[in-house]
């Protein structure tokens, strides 16, 4: 069974820089687009970053320049480093994978059970 866990998330203050991470099980890691999403109260889940398995990132315009996604296949892991934080950051961070791509998050396999990141001002 696929399994995503993601961690490092908590509570900062705005301007700070947080790391996340998705531990991934159960599938062929370096097949797979690897990406982020977010969730704010009240708002639609919103596409974050993505990473294929040939290592090119994309970003949404509102984290560019702020957020790095990054893997490491030897390890089954993704990450998104988080600098420059503001409060609107503040959400429920999933991790997901599928093999097709793209910023829909309605067209990923498999999530994480999502962590969350807080950030106040």
């Known amino acids: 069974q696929v399994q995503l866990v993601e961690s490092g998330g908590g509570l900062v203050q705005a301007g700070a820089s947080l790391r996340l991470s998705c531990a991934a099980s159960g599938l062929t890691f370096s097949s797979y687009t690897m990406a982020w999403f977010r969730q704010a109260p009240g708002s639609e889940r919103e596409f974050v970053s993505r990473?294929?398995?040939?290592?090119?990132?994309y970003y949404a315009d509102s984290v560019k320049g702020r957020f790095t996604i990054s893997r490491d296949n030897a390890k089954n892991m993704v990450y998104l480093h988080m600098s420059s934080l503001n409060p609107e950051d503040t959400a429920v961070y999933y991790c997901?994978?599928?093999?097709?791509?793209?910023?829909?998050?309605?067209?990923?396999?498999?999530w994480g059970q999502g962590i969350q990141v807080t950030v106040s001002s």
């Open positions: 997901a994978a599928n093999k097709a791509g793209g910023s829909d998050g309605s067209r990923y396999d498999y």
């Open positions: 990473i294929t398995w040939y290592s090119a990132r």
